[in-house]
């Protein structure tokens, strides 16, 4: 057993660099599929519809930690061997797909009728529709959301320490299990995440009531 020291606080410094770069494949996969997602449950395909909510109701349905095991534990039965960081970048993805996918379809849904009316009195296609008329006045609704769901995909990383991604949650296991000082290793640990959350929390809040304040006039 040692003594936690800077060396220690550096390490999980080390990690946040890994949590940083698996919330930003996990957004950017996510808000990829997520707008596939959102334009499948707005489209004039019943097909389209009904699969894109079944992806809904099955990844918002069950807990994030079960589908990262079923990808690390379960790619393997099909003959697939993934690492930690691929495994996690994948149930990530899916997982935010799905929740980027509804809040953008409400979004999308938000959109005053009047606006897709007028489009389609314009002769415009579903494909112009969306692209001219639509997702961009969704996209002032969606923003304050979308910034603020990015604080829940940092601290879903964390899950991923279950499957042994060293991140900043698994560092701290890491540390502890040298220290055996759990209140001050995971308070180091708890201050790294609201150093990278609370500038994200404090964007959306600022992006909502800005929103609401142009809304009124």
């Known amino acids: 057993m040692r003594t936690f020291g800077i ?6 410094l080390q990690a946040a660099q890994w949590t940083i770069g698996l919330s930003l494949i996990a957004f950017v996969g996510g808000a990829i599929g997520g707008l596939v997602v959102a334009l499948a449950r707005t489209s004039e395909s019943l097909v389209a519809t009904r699969l894109a909510t079944t992806f809904i109701q099955i990844f918002q349905g069950t807990p994030l930690l079960m589908q990262l095991f079923l990808v690390f534990f379960g790619a393997p039965v099909l003959g697939f061997e993934v690492s930690a960081w691929v495994a996690a970048g994948i149930a990530l993805v899916l997982n935010t797909s799905a929740f980027l996918g509804e809040i ?10 009047g606006q897709w009316e007028a489009a389609e009195a314009l002769g415009l296609g579903y494909g112009a529709r969306m692209r001219l008329v639509v997702l961009p006045q969704a996209w002032k609704i969606a923003l304050p959301p979308t910034v ?23 560092a701290g296991q890491i540390i502890n299990n040298a220290t055996f000082q759990p209140l001050i290793v995971f308070s180091v640990v708890g201050a790294t995440y609201f150093a990278l959350c609370w500038p994200l929390s404090f964007w959306a809040g600022r992006i909502e009531k800005r929103s609401a304040a142009l809304q009124a006039r």
């Open 148 to 170: 603020g769901y990015m604080v829940q995909v940092i601290k879903g990383t964390s899950l991923a320490a279950i499957i042994g991604f060293t991140e900043i949650t698994r």
């Open 104 to 113: 953008w379809r409400g979004s999308i849904q938000a959109v005053p009728r």
């Open 7 to 12: 060396q220690d606080i550096w390490f999980i």
